[in-house]
């Protein structure tokens, strides 16, 4: 079974920055896609970014430009940095992973990491 271990939350002042990182045990081949999401009090979850074993990423249009994505696929590890935080950037966010293939064959995850809290506040 895969776990995925968060870390890197915390209180930050808008402005400021704060690296998540996300490590997933319990397989031996490279996870397909990793990713970051986030929920705020009231809302429901959303996508932050997500990153291919491959290098392609994608983000929201709320944090493009502000947030970068990185991976290390040897330790199935994603991070994520987090530059020119807004107080609406305020969220627990969780790190996902889909699937891996083993061979030609695709082993869905959908496993979740149990959230880090990231507070933006003055």
């Known amino acids: 079974q895969v776990h995925l271990v968060e870390s890197g939350g915390g209180l930050v002042q808008p402005g400021g920055s704060l690296r998540l990182s996300c490590a997933a045990s319990?397989?031996?081949?490279?996870?397909?896609?990793m990713g970051w999401y986030r929920q705020a009090p009231g809302k429901e979850r959303e996508l932050v970014a997500f990153?291919?074993?491959?290098?392609?990423?994608t983000y929201a249009n709320a944090v493009k430009g502000r947030f970068t994505i990185s991976r290390d696929n040897a330790k199935n590890t994603v991070y994520l940095q987090m530059n020119s935080l807004k107080p609406e950037d305020t969220a627990v966010y969780y790190c996902?992973?889909?699937?891996?293939?083993?061979?030609?064959?695709?082993?869905?995850?959908?496993?979740w990491g149990q959230g880090t809290q990231v507070t933006v506040s003055s």
């Open positions: 319990g397989t031996i081949f490279t996870i397909n896609i």
């Open positions: 990153m291919t074993s491959g290098g392609s990423t």
């Open positions: 996902n992973a889909d699937g891996y293939y083993r061979g030609t064959t695709y082993y869905n995850l959908n496993a």
